[in-house]
């Protein structure tokens, strides 16, 4: 059981020293950590040390790993360090893994933010805006600010906690699947629980646990056939032209409501569970937030758990485009000799990459063969990553929905998303233990857009949600 | 009847002119004219007042015509003048019109070319290298030479000749069809039939008048939904794509092997005679030639005839691209919310631009209709532009059919082309008179690529054969 005296003290601290967190937030923003900007670099190593001196101050044990090097626009560089920490090493408690990253998207004043994105200003609706805010500073200082608060409060922590920042998330985390899988039985080897705090909730009133992440098959189609670009007046009616059959072969891939026609694709999605349908009812999202997100009517279904299933739990495939054809604006006429179609797959639980690959390069294949074409196919994986899906119903999970509802007075919706947080599966397959996404901030918050926010209610409600995470994780039955 | 010995002697003169005409294109060449550079549009008038010059030094009376401005690249620019020429006035022969153009294509060294393109250089095998040299220097020089020769080695000129060279040609002929319909009845008004010496053999070997061209109608279909491009994660599966709606409607525009789907375009298509049958069976062409131009064997027939007829007597369609798409190299999960394909109809008699629109129109509006989409569609023709036959039965081709038998001791071939040279089409719809399309150069001449050349052996001959065909429609019977 939970001691309600303990958390009472803990968010009354909390409630009192806003404005410190606060202002430790704004010491965060200033460092503009953008890991895709060569030159902002030593911003980001500035952000690691900024979080040394942190963990020193409260006594947080730590390894600053060194991953080495990488080449970036030509440019050899060295990635910053994966920030390993250590706080309590009592056997009697569970350990619970933390994931954040400290570096952050890159940001201009003139790509339309409405203040300087590197300093962090409150509206009068208590909206702090600054880059980095809720993607994912607030978050990763909100588990510090947790630390802290029970030291100030002389209160026991209820866990050992094993913490993993990283510099490179918006980069593609380079040398963390090789840190993790380096370090799976000796720095994670206690490790009963993961927890990563970097998505969103779905709306902006309730709070989310969230148990699932769509993967992601994309695909590069190659036809080709001349040795050059040709004139279409010249040589249009007597030469197959790679743009015909390209275009044919992607017409055969999905209907325009989404349903994918490749033989074998849906042949693995999960069955919808009684459970699972249960899930939907009470979720915190309208029809009118996805209108409005895509600023048109052009949704597909005219209600919310169809258009959620759509998004989370059935795989969707979406043409991106077409590599070597004319994308100018104007006229050319252009009979392009090798073009190469993209489109991906978001894949969703039970689902396999290579099955994926297979089913793909064997439909189009056929298909191509059926055009009598004597131009040349490729079909090519480019990129496969799992699906993730974890179980709601693991204590890890149970102890974040009664925090939820310790903090915020409500049950969380259960959540899954779209998209894919790769490290999410790296962790999970490389500890074979629980992950869990326990968000801080709101959907509309912006993370990758123009003035980033995290509501300051957010921010503070979201420290005294890690922290009587842990708490309940120390407290339930972990069997 | 011909005067043999005058052609004889004219004969005579040019072969042992030669190197004056060499020279004289040299110092043409050297005048780098390109009409689609802002910065060379003094070298096009430059390139206008060594005409005139000549036209002085023979005698040609001339108006050098201002069609005033035009706008490119944001700079406001005066059109080079439209020189009309006039040599000889005699009402008891024939007047021909001749059209060409003093301005080229751009080029630059290290665009590939072997030598300054702004130098002529003639290699061992005689052929002149430099940009203009073919397109269209050589041929309007010739038409000067030709004059000269009669006068110095006097000799009466057979037909009165009316002269009609722009400089705008390579960059969208402005000012030039305002031009024509103006003077249709003035300057152009006793004009008997005209004559463009702008295009080249089908091979390399032998001559050919050409009595047909493709026209073009261009569309824009864009299809639109979102009010913004959209995360393929977050919206996949959940809004109607305008880029599958695209594909799909694109996927049954025309099939592989070029067949046209689209309901009525090809009703209109002219039946295929015998005669015309008969003008294949003698044609210098081989597949190797289509092949080695197309760098590959993907030529859709396999045999002269039906590519010939596939490239200039029947329609075809292309699809150039997708405008709003992903189209650079790498991996983007962009979902485009508004995608403009491209695609073109060449058309052939007795099609007609308004009805191809309307069939293209009507046939995509029901497609889509059948998709069930929620995005708009638009369907936009942006260029229309009719096709072109002649009847090479006709005196002007008779007579220029006779002048290739006196100077290449062969038939010429009856070709058509796949492209379009507009004004072909303007000549022919203003002056209501037969068009002959009398090449000089050679299909490998490589008019608008890199070391562009005209053979020595062309240039000499041909000048002798635009002075021959002027005896020959002076003698033939016009009626």
Redesign the interface.
């Given at each position: 059981m939970v001691n309600e005296t303990v958390l009472k003290n803990f968010f009354k601290y909390v409630d009192e020293n806003q404005d410190h967190y606060v202002d430790r937030l704004r010491e965060a923003v200033a460092i503009p950590s953008v890991s895709s900007d060569p030159d902002r670099r030593e911003d980001v190593f500035r952000m690691g040390n900024w979080l040394i001196e942190l963990f020193k101050k409260l006594g947080i044990s730590y390894e600053a790993v060194d991953v080495g090097n990488h080449v970036m626009s030509g440019k050899t560089l060295k990635l910053p360090p994966i920030l390993l920490g250590s706080y309590g090493n009592d056997p009697k408690k569970k350990t619970i893994l933390v994931y954040g990253h400290y570096d952050v998207q890159p940001a201009l004043l003139e790509d339309g933010w409405n203040s300087d994105p590197w300093k962090l200003v409150e509206d009068s609706t208590g909206r702090l805006v600054g880059r980095g805010s809720s993607d994912d500073k607030g978050p990763i200082i909100g588990w510090l600010n947790a630390i802290e608060a029970h030291q100030k409060i002389g209160v026991e922590f209820p866990v050992n906690l094993k913490i993993c920042f990283e510099g490179m998330e918006e980069n593609g985390s380079e040398g963390l699947d090789d840190l993790i899988a380096r370090e799976a039985d000796k720095y994670f080897k206690c490790v009963d629980a993961v927890c990563i705090s970097d998505n969103y909730w779905l709306g902006v009133t309730k709070p989310c646990l969230t148990y699932g992440l769509?993967g992601?098959s994309?695909f590069n189609i190659t036809v080709s056939?001349?040795?050059?670009d040709?004139?279409?007046?010249?040589?249009?009616?007597?030469?197959?032209?790679p743009?015909?059959?390209l275009?044919?072969l992607?017409?055969?891939l999905?209907?325009?409501?989404?349903k994918i026609l490749i033989p074998g694709i849906n042949d693995d999605v999960a069955e919808l569970k009684d459970e699972e349908m249960e899930t939907y009812r009470s979720i915190e999202f309208k029809l009118e937030e996805?209108q409005s997100?895509?600023?048109?009517?052009?949704?597909?279904?005219d209600n919310e758990t169809q258009?959620l299933q759509?998004?989370w739990r059935?795989?969707?495939?979406?043409?991106?485009?077409?590599?070597g054809?004319?994308?100018?604006?104007g006229?050319?006429?252009?009979?392009?000799c090798k073009v190469s179609g993209?489109f991906?797959i978001?894949s969703v639980p039970n689902m396999d990459p290579d099955k994926i690959t297979a089913c793909v390069d064997k439909f189009l294949r056929e298909e191509f063969g059926k055009?009598?074409?004597?131009?040349k196919l490729q079909v090519e994986c480019?990129?496969g990553a799992k699906p993730w899906v974890s179980s709601p119903d693991h204590w890890n999970f149970v102890a974040a929905a009664n925090a939820v509802e310790k903090v915020f007075n409500c049950k969380p919706d259960l959540t899954r998303?779209?998209?894919?947080i790769p490290v999410t599966l790296t962790f999970q397959d490389a500890l074979n233990k629980n992950v869990l996404l326990l968000p801080m901030g709101r959907g509309d918050d912006g993370a990758h857009s123009t003035n980033e926010k995290l509501d300051r209610h957010n921010y503070t409600e979201g420290i005294k949600l890690l922290g009587t995470y842990l708490h309940e994780v120390a407290a339930i039955k972990s069997t």
């Open positions: 769509r992601i994309y056939g001349p040795g050059r040709l004139h279409s007046g010249v040589f249009g009616g007597t030469v197959y032209e743009m015909t059959d275009i044919i992607f017409s055969k999905v209907t325009p409501n989404g996805l997100a895509i600023e048109s009517k052009t949704n597909i279904y258009t759509a998004r059935y795989p969707s495939l979406s043409i991106h485009g077409i590599e054809a004319f994308s100018a604006p006229v050319k006429t252009v009979l392009p993209k991906s978001r055009l009598g074409s004597e131009n480019v990129h998303e779209g998209g894919s």
